[in-house]
DNA sequence: ATCCTTGGCTAATTAAATTAGCTTTAAAGC
DNA sequence: GCTTTAAAGCTAATTTAATTAGCCAAGGAT
């Protein structure tokens, strides 16, 4: 029995990897062991359970789209700002739609959760893109609440396929980011 | 053994009940079952297995949701109208989580599947309530692709707890509403 | 009264998560 | 370099759920 030296994050890794393959639905702890080289039982030592690695996942992903959003916004305000902001979050779930999805869903283990730290970043870079529009502070918590919701619809919308139709969803796109445009400049 | 005369329905409404009081994902054949008086293997003989009472439910789901809709915006237009699309949509999902639960994330079985039947009710709907707004006709699917985003992700994200902090999510709401309406009459 | 379809059952199979308890590696301390 | 020992793997066993096979009775149709 050759030591694998897997750590906790290896295990999380490869099932975002797994994941974005085959579904979120699709990572086992049996799948996840072959693609470690190891027998499901060996991967207990690393993570507590299959809940554990999904709640991980969650927040692996949700870290990462933090980050993705970050970058885009910066430098940039108004509808560039927005647009980008938009662009990048459907662009990760697109590239990443098993890893997304194991965030729709995460509940919160408790207010130290890394999870929440890692949704407040998200939250945060939303909050800058409004900034750069004088949105009010009073009207921020609503704003926001509003602006993640339609992002969050539109990727899981188009993540499983809810645009029938043949209208091309990139044009429903740019038309959505230039409906909240000009309503944030009311 | 005395008969117990079950349908196909049956399953599935009793699988709906179950849904909102414990999940969508606690719903299982054996808990089914147990509340239709019956041994698992039992269901097969009315149902599909699983997956099948799954998409059915989503059916009967996206079906009731298309049913409050069209009855919330009977006779309305305007900003009553689209007050009462999406808050007939947020009553819904509040009441029945589990069911509406079934319907984000289940895949169309085929162009004869009746869950699209039920999604193009919803969309109907949407549809004539834009009509009141007097959006274009090119305009039209971009602009129900993108209400329909903003309903579902307020929906889901305050169904999973996505909304921190103490702001009222009804405030949010009522912000959301207003931002939708003045967006639309441009 | 008899047929025969249907709906329910038990028993068995498969798949997956998880737990218990054993063994070996390899790093740390001497 | 040798010994100790915690960590990382493993096999075997348990549990839970879905599903399939095949049996049997209920009760409507003839």
New interface residues.
Partial sequence: MPRVGLTSNDVVTSAAGLADEIGFQGVTMGLLADRLGVRPPSLYKHVDGLADVQHQLATLAMTEVGDVIRDAVQGLAGRDALAALLTALRGYVTAHPGRYMAT?????TGPDDPL?AA??RVIDSIAAVLRGYGIAET?M???I??I???????A??EA??????D?D?D??FE??IG??D??LR?
Same sequence: chains 1, 2.
């Avoid at 729709?104 to 919160?108: D, F, N």
């Fill in positions: 729709t869903g995460a509940e919160l929440l949704s407040n009207q918590t609503h704003a609440r509003t993640r919701s339609t992002m969050h619809g539109f899981t919308l499983s396929r809810g645009f029938q139709w209208t969803p044009e429903s038309w959505m409906f909240i000009r309503g009311g």
